[in-house]
């Protein structure tokens, strides 16, 4: 369990003896804690004993100049990880859940946006008083955890709950919060840990030093895949032809001009996870450009002898070493299921993505797209570029996620 910062609002009621041994399992468990003393708990123990504890000063006022100058309360608030209320006594729990701020402790509970933990102990006719139950109840509502107290024997001489938990049960209860913090933020970013490699936009064949060979895509289809991916976690390595577009957040990204350049960059950036060859890479180069810019009184119109460009997407997928999911598009204006589920095969991928170019899809928002994997075809309806983006990331992680 990575270390967190605890605030600790120690209650007045005999349990904050208890909060002295929590202090030491939080340290020891390599946890910093921040302790506030509310004016009942220094009846029970000294801010001494919670410093000397917690390595930390304590903070026992809302009228500390001092702080204040830095909007102290607040302050302490934002930089915890959780506030943990222990011992909550019936008074705490009240002012909590009424909005009463009236010293620091209430004050910062307030002005909080961090998750409050509440360990609630008091005598068991405090705890099963109706008042107390609205209380808990109001505070569950509004998202206050509050941990059930234990049943036994109380300080006060009776029996029932009330008792503070164990301080190692606190802790346990802290630690399972965070596990289950981790676990939803995994579930956010399935791609973490993974590479992505994506290639974008069109390529440029340079004919001479002021003309060149190219095509209509914008690259914004590729570049919403680099971002849904970055989004989902995944590190992202996007090659980008000539396009007019910024970098999502979190891309690495590395600008080519022609097929050869972007063939070398794809080289370079592996190994990866999964490649989503989005480039409308040209299929032609020059079989020989130019060094000096061709002039019309050079003569007749020059023949522009072509050669064929190496194909990326299928040398990726013959090699040993490919990512263990290579996705190509196919951009067709007619035919475009037979063409694309020809070309799956050809070209060895995995995954083709075909749409119908015949439209105003190559530099537009909206796509309309084919998934054909060897399992089939799904059509997907119109949507926008960024949806299709996100929908072909879910499958993307659940696909390395089976494997
Ligand atoms: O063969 P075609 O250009 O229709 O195939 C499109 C798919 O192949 C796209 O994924 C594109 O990025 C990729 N491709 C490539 N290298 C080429 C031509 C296309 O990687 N020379």
New binding site residues.
């Given amino acids: 369990m990575p270390s967190k910062r605890i605030l600790l609002i120690v209650g007045g009621g005999i349990a904050a003896y208890k909060a002295c041994e929590l202090i030491r399992l939080m340290a020891r468990s390599g946890h910093e804690v921040t302790c506030v003393l509310t004016a009942g708990g220094a009846q029970f123990v000294t801010a001494m004993t919670l410093a000397a504890l917690s390595g930390n000063r304590v903070h026992t006022s809302l009228w500390d100049a001092g702080e204040e100058a830095e909007i102290g309360h607040i302050q302490l608030s934002r930089a915890a990880d959780l506030v943990v209320v222990c011992p909550a006594s019936a008074d705490l729990l009240a002012k909590m859940a009424a909005g009463i701020c009236d010293d620091l402790a209430t004050t910062l509970l307030l002005a909080t946006d961090k998750r409050v933990l509440a360990v609630p102990a008091m005598n068991v006719r405090m705890w099963q008083h109706a008042a107390t139950r609205r209380n808990v109840a109001r505070l569950d509502g509004d998202g206050v955890i509050v941990m059930p107290p234990d049943e036994g024997p109380m300080a006060c001489g009776e029996f029932g709950p009330g008792r503070l938990p164990e301080p190692a049960q606190i802790l346990a209860r802290i630690e399972e919060l965070w596990a289950s913090d981790h676990d939803a933020a995994r579930e956010d970013r399935p791609l973490a840990g993974r590479h992505l490699l994506v290639?974008a936009g069109p390529t440029y064949e340079r004919i001479d030093p002021v003309r060149y060979l190219a095509n209509r895509s914008s690259g914004k289809q590729g570049f919403a895949i680099a971002a849904a991916a970055a989004a989902a976690g995944a590190r992202v390595t996007l090659v980008a032809g000539p396009v007019g577009l910024t970098t999502p957040p979190g891309i690495e990204r590395i600008d080519v001009e022609s097929?050869d350049e972007m063939a070398r960059a794809v080289d370079g950036a592996l190994p990866a996870d999964c490649a989503v060859?989005?480039?409308?890479?040209?299929?032609w180069r020059l079989a020989e450009t130019s060094g000096r810019k061709l002039k019309k009184d050079d003569g007749p119109p020059p023949t522009l002898d072509l050669a064929e460009?190496?194909?990326?997407?299928?040398d990726l997928a013959g090699r040993a070493d490919r990512p263990r999911l290579v996705i190509?598009?196919?951009?067709e204006t007619h035919d475009v299921l037979d063409h694309a589920i020809a070309?799956r095969a050809r070209?060895n991928a995995d995954w083709i993505v075909a749409n119908d170019v015949s439209g105003d899809v190559m530099g537009g928002e909206v796509n309309a797209v084919h998934l054909v994997r060897a399992k089939g075809v799904e059509s997907w309806p119109p949507m926008p570029k960024s949806e299709v983006a996100r929908r072909l990331v879910d499958a993307i992680a659940r696909e390395l996620a089976d494997g």
């Fill in positions: 290639t097929a060859m989005v480039a409308a890479v040209a299929d460009n190496p194909d990326i997407l299928a190509g598009f196919a951009a070309k070209k």
